[in-house]
């Protein structure tokens, strides 16, 4: 029947939501000539759609690809075959976390600081978010922001206490809910 | 007439006989009510497995048979001729289907033996009842009308009137001639198509089996195969065509000038006009919407200046009856308009064109005489041509448009030959060069220097991100061959719009009664055996209106068109099959239900009888009307109560 680890991540990949379609790709190269950050995957998304039916899953997810889709959509909106690039590349998102591929970015660290910051106040607390970021990635480069951070401060758009809402609890239910099941 | 039945089990090799104990069947077929002999056989439909029948019927008496193989659609005409030959009313036969219906559609050699034998029992119940009936035939007109005047219409009728017949030509425009018309070169072998199409549309206008009806339209159509009635209306020119030489003093002197529709939009006409110089019929028409004197009451010139005192205001819509045997239809199509594709800036950027648009830009019977220039007037250097637009895309249409691909590269070829230096880039998904003599028109192509990317561009853009790219429109793509995004600079883009039905595709075939599919390209009887009938008989189709296709193609199948009505014409009658309804008048109320219900509008009332009455050449033996009928005055000629009931019974059992 064939190498089976090649069917298993397209099947795995397909099996996503909003991911059903990845079969039909015939590889018109739309989504790539559209993607607005395109210059910087190492493989633009119609190859990586192409690796994943090629069962290239260690390749591909060891690569920078997917980690700089900014979910502008217009892949999904140009795509001939109603297929969503973007969905299969979130997707591809989670499947590497879960698996513990190490990204080569720090895109993961600032979706995790951000989530946790509107998981913990009920509403983004940039300073907090931010703080914590660069704490875990490269606090020299907060130095090179401060500049930026000061005009903000001065025109009152940085507050320095988070602003918190009345149902935190009730947020934290929803939160739950829709974690389990779901690899942390 | 006592019944007696033959009953005949065909193994078909191994289809039926593999699953289903055919011996067993043929033993239990013989003792069912008035069976008098029941055998198994190989294969039936053999010329042996006929005989066995015919031979029954001759020296047992058989008057009844009943053949248990496969589908009545493979072999039901092939028994029925089979027992008419024998020589019993083909009508007293009925087919049980143990194939399609049973040994093929399960594996368990029990429960098929069981099936086939509950199949067989029903037909013999059945055919106990079955009547006499006969085939109606109708004779068949021999006139035949063609409605669209571009090549596939042109080529069916010159060959249908070229056997002596005539054939009434229909064209909507002033002039027939079609998109073809409009092209330059035509690929592969870059024959200029007016020089190649003109022959064929004097040879129409000269025909004295033709008769041309330009700038009419079909208003409405009724009857059918072999006796259709058809309205037509001849539009008003308000230019006496018996009197005009086409001289063209008028179009000189008219001073309204519109966009003209066969350049495209590039260049104007005037109000009055003729819409190129090959016309035929070679007269002027005028165009009452935007016409001075119609508008505003003044002007008058054309009239003034005319020699031959052809004009005529006060022309009127002529309607004239017409009767014929067939129609066929060969509409034709339209061009995808892709304003709708925001991304790639047609109709927002100078220098974006649509094929036809290039067609005409670069004939030299043209708005530009051949000179394909920018708006600014100058050459353009580079041209990107954009592959599958509004074509193979799930949001405006599914298909492949079949000739794009192919006049693109007659695109890039002409692009090389008229601008010197000019770079070529073609952006494509697939390579579809499907034609004799179209694979090494790519190679020819690639040779002369065309640079093909595979890549659907993502968009144009004038947005200029180097200096290089400024004042240029930029293609945006993904190479795929190379797997980078890239943009490359070009002075001109022209689309591969695609093929679509016309407009009013839909009405036309709900006016002439047969079917659109999704698209509205109009549905052929069978899509690999029967591309040119439709599912009303004595209707067919050609060319692009069916679906999209090049030149040959086209041809042919007008040619394939053309040879079905002749085989009507010269049967001279058509025989309507025996299976159709018939009111019993003394139980019609008069109530019409049955009227609205029939899909094939054969049911009329007759006002001084106060009933219904089926038009039994138009009825297809659907049964709507006879479920309907709140009366039960209905009856389905070989699907009465008893026979239906006796069917059941016999499965039951």
Redesign the interface.
Known sequence: MGDNAQTTFLDEVAALPACDKINQC??????????TT??HWE??P??VIAMVRSGLKDELLKSNSIWFCVSCY?CTT?C???IKPASIVHGLESIALKEGYKPPTTTTTMYRTFSESIVNNGRIYEFGFMFKYYLQTNPLAALKMLPTALKLLVHRRLPLTPKRVKGKADLRIIIDKLSAGVGK | MEPKIGVYICHCGSNIAGTVDVEKVAEYAKSLPSVVVARDYKFMCSDPGQDLIKKDIKELGVNRVVVASCSPQMHEPTFRRAVQDGGLNPYYFEMANIREHCSWVTESRKEATDKAKALVSAAVRRVFYHQPLENKEVPVHPDTLIVGGGIAGIQAALEIANSGHKVYLVEREPSIGGHMMQLDKTFPTLDCSACILTPKMSMVGAHPQIELLAYCEVDNVSGYVGNFRVKIRKKARYVDTTKCNGCGTCVTKCPVKVDSEFDEKLSKRKAIYTPFAQAVPNVTTIDRAHCTYFLKGKCRACEKFCERNAINFEQEDEIIDVEVGNIILTTGYKIFDPSVIKEYGYGRYDNVLTSLEFERMVNSAGPTTGHIQLKNGQEPQSIAIIHCVGSRDEKYHEYCSRVCCMYAMKFSHLLIEHVHGARVYEFYIDIRSFGKGYEEFYNRVQKEGTVFFRGRPGEVTDVAQTPEEKGKLIVQFEDTLVGKQRRQPVDMVVLCSGIEPQADAADVAHKFNISCGKENFFTEKHPKLDPVATMTDGIFIAGCCQGPRDIPDTVAQASAAAARVLALINKGKVEIEADTAFIDEAKCSGCRICNLMCPYNAISYIEKDKVSRINEALCKGCGTCVAACPSNAITHKHFTNDEINAEIEGILV
Do not use: E, F
């Open positions: 015939i590889q018109c190269g739309v989504c790539s000539g559209s993607c395109a210059m493989y633009p119609r190859k217009l140009r001939p075959l109603d």
